[in-house]
C-alpha cells in the first residue's frame, strides 16, 4: 500500500537540567531520603552471571539441585529492587539462586547462539517458558529440567517463596507454548502506518508508559523518575512519583504505588500539570493515600461518572493473583480539593487462576493477563464479588497488552523466540481487532523495546518505546498513525 502521507521528525533534544534535577520530596520523602532507592544486595549474590553460566551450573547438576535463575534489568526499579526478595525466598527454600540480565536472554534470542556458539536446549526451554515476556521473571529447576512456566512481575519475599515452593512440589514440567492460532489465524499482516512521530526522552524509560487522555502527553519512569512528555512541545518535565504513575481513563487523575510500600497514592492531574510546567512537582502531594493497597502494576477503570463525581476501579497485581478496590473520586469546585472515599473493601477477583502482570480494561469489567498455569495471554470477563469467567484466550505468550478505549482492540508485543518453528514472531507491535478476529503488525515498529509495553493514543494511534541501541544514542517514543 502507498502512504497517503507520512510524517518524521524528531523534537528537539532533551535539556540536560532535567537530569541534575533534586531528588522529589513528594510522596516518597522520610527523613530526606530520595524517592526511590536501590535495594541493597544480599552478600555473596553474584548479579553479573552470564546466560552461559547459569545453562553451565544448570546441566551439570545430576540430580537433586533445585535452583532458580532470576531475570532482572537495571532498567526495570522493580526487577532491581526485588533481588533480595528473591534471595530470601531461595535461602529459605535451601535452592540455589543464579542472577542473569535479561539482556542476556535477549541477545541470545536474537542471536541464536551461546557466547556466539550452537544454540542451546535448555536456554530455548527458558524462552519457551516465558524468561522474555516480562522483567522480572526466574524458572525453576529441579536437576536438569524446567519446572512450570516462567513467574514473572515484582513479588515481595514470602510470595516468591511460595510460588516457587510450589513449582518444586508439583514437579509439572513447563508446557510447549504452541504458536497460538490468533496469529495463525489472521495470516498476521503488516499494516502501513499514515503518520509517524519520534519524541526523544529522558534516559531508557521503564515498561510502563502511559497516555494521558486530554492532555496530550505521556507519564513514564526514568532513572527512578516520572516525566511528563508533552507531545505538542516535545518537552519532558519532572512530575511526582517514582514508577508506574498511571492516569485515570478520563485524564483527570493519576494513581500510583508508594515507594516503601506506603500505600496507593491518588495526584490530581491539573495540579501534577501546572507544577510540572513551573518546575515545581516537589511540592505535590496525594489528595489520598490507600494503606490497604500497596502493590504493584495499576491500572483503572471507570464503572460510572456523571458532572461531579466518578467511579473508579483500580486493580493491582497481589502476590500471585490480583487485587482491586473501588473508589468514588468527587472534582474539587473552585479552589476546593477533590475528595477520594473508599467504597468497600479490597476484592481478589479470579481467585485461584494463577494471573500475573494484569491489565483491566477502561470501563472496569475485563482484564488482561498471564496466566501461568499456560503461560499465554487471556481476557476475562469480571464478575459480581471477583468471580472471573474466560472471554477470549489468545493462545500466546504476550507481553502486558493496552486497551482500546473501546475495549474491542489490544496493542502488545510478543517475547522473542529463537525460531519461529519453537513459536516465535517477527518482532514489533501488534494490533488486535475483537470484532474482526484480526492481528495486524504494525509498519516500523521492528526497532520497539522488548522490554516496554504499548499503549494507545487517541483514538487511532499507538505509542511504543524505541531505545537506543548502542551507548549514547537516544532513546525515543514513536507515535504511529496505522493506515485505517
Known amino acids: 500500500m502507498v502512504l497517503a502521507s507520512r510524517t518524521v521528525s524528531r523534537l528537539r533534544a532533551v535539556s540536560a537540567a532535567l537530569l541534575s534535577f533534586g531528588a522529589l520530596a513528594v510522596f516518597a520523602a522520610r527523613d530526606g531520603a530520595p524517592a526511590y532507592e536501590l535495594a541493597v544486595l544480599p ?164 515498561a510502563y508508559f502511559r497516555w494521558v487522555p486530554g492532555r496530550g502527553a505521556l507519564a513514564y519512569e526514568s532513572g527512578g523518575r516520572i516525566y511528563l512528555l508533552d507531545l505538542v512541545d516535545g518537552e519532558n518535565r519532572v512530575a511526582p ?83 482491586y478496590r473501588e473508589y468514588e473520586v468527587r472534582h474539587g469546585v473552585g479552589d476546593a480539593p477533590a475528595t477520594v472515599r473508599v467504597l468497600g473493601e479490597p476484592v481478589v477477583p479470579c481467585a485461584g487462576m494463577g494471573l500475573s502482570t494484569p491489565i483491566m480494561s477502561q470501563d472496569g469489567t475485563e482484564v488482561a493477563a498471564r496466566e501461568e498455569a499456560s503461560g499465554t495471554t487471556k481476557i476475562f470477563r469480571i464478575l459480581p464479588e471477583g468471580r472471573c469467567e474466560e472471554a477470549l484466550s489468545l493462545g500466546m505468550p504476550t507481553r502486558k497488552v493496552a486497551w482500546h478505549s473501546s475495549g474491542r482492540k489490544l496493542a502488545f508485543s510478543t517475547p522473542r523466540l529463537r525460531t519461529m518453528a519453537a513459536g516465535g514472531a517477527e518482532p514489533g507491535i501488534f494490533l488486535y481487532d475483537r470484532d474482526e478476529r484480526r492481528v495486524t503488525r504494525v509498519a516500523d515498529s521492528d526497532g520497539a523495546s522488548q522490554l516496554a509495553f504499548p499503549d494507545f493514543v487517541d483514538q487511532d494511534a499507538v505509542v511504543f518505546l524505541v531505545p537506543g541501541r548502542t551507548y549514547g544514542e537516544e532513546s525515543f517514543f514513536r507515535v504511529v498513525r496505522p493506515v485505517p
Open 241 to 323: 512519583g517514582f514508577i508506574d504513575f498511571v492516569p485515570t481513563p478520563d485524564g483527570r487523575y493519576f494513581v500510583t504505588p508508594g515507594p516503601r510500600n506506603l500505600g496507593l497514592g491518588f495526584f490530581d492531574a491539573d495540579e501534577v500539570f501546572d507544577a510540572a510546567r513551573r518546575g515545581r512537582s516537589d511540592g505535590v502531594r496525594p489528595i489520598f493515600v490507600d494503606e490497604r493497597m500497596h502493590d504493584q502494576y495499576p491500572s483503572v477503570g471507570i464503572l460510572a461518572q456523571d458532572e461531579t463525581s466518578v467511579r473508579y476501579r483500580v486493580l493491582t497485581s497481589w502476590f500471585e493473583g490480583l487485587v
Open 43 to 206: 552478600d555473596g549474590v553474584d548479579t553479573l552471571s552470564t546466560l552461559a553460566a547459569a545453562v553451565s551450573r544448570i546441566e551439570a547438576c545430576e540430580g537433586g539441585c533445585p535452583g532458580v535463575v532470576y531475570f532482572w534489568s537495571s532498567r526495570m526499579p522493580l526487577s532491581r529492587s526485588a533481588i533480595p526478595n528473591v534471595e530470601s525466598a531461595a535461602r529459605k527454600l535451601g535452592v540455589e539462586l543464579t542472577l542473569v540480565g535479561f539482556e542476556e536472554l535477549e541477545r541470545y534470542a536474537e542471536s541464536g547462539g551461546l557466547d556466539g556458539s550452537a544454540p542451546s536446549r535448555l536456554a530455548d526451554a527458558i524462552l519457551a517458558a516465558g524468561a522474555l515476556t516480562h522483567a522480572p521473571s526466574l524458572v525453576v529447576y529441579d536437576g536438569v529440567r524446567l519446572v512450570g512456566t516462567a513467574i514473572v512481575g515484582y513479588k515481595e519475599a514470602a510470595a516468591y517463596e511460595a510460588v516457587i515452593a510450589a513449582r518444586l512440589a508439583g514437579g509439572v514440567l513447563a508446557p510447549t507454548i504452541e504458536r497460538a492460532s490468533l496469529l495463525e489465524e489472521s495470516g498476521t499482516a503488516e499494516v502501513d502506518v499514515l503518520e509517524l512521530v519520534d519524541y526523544p526522552v529522558v534516559g531508557v524509560p521503564g
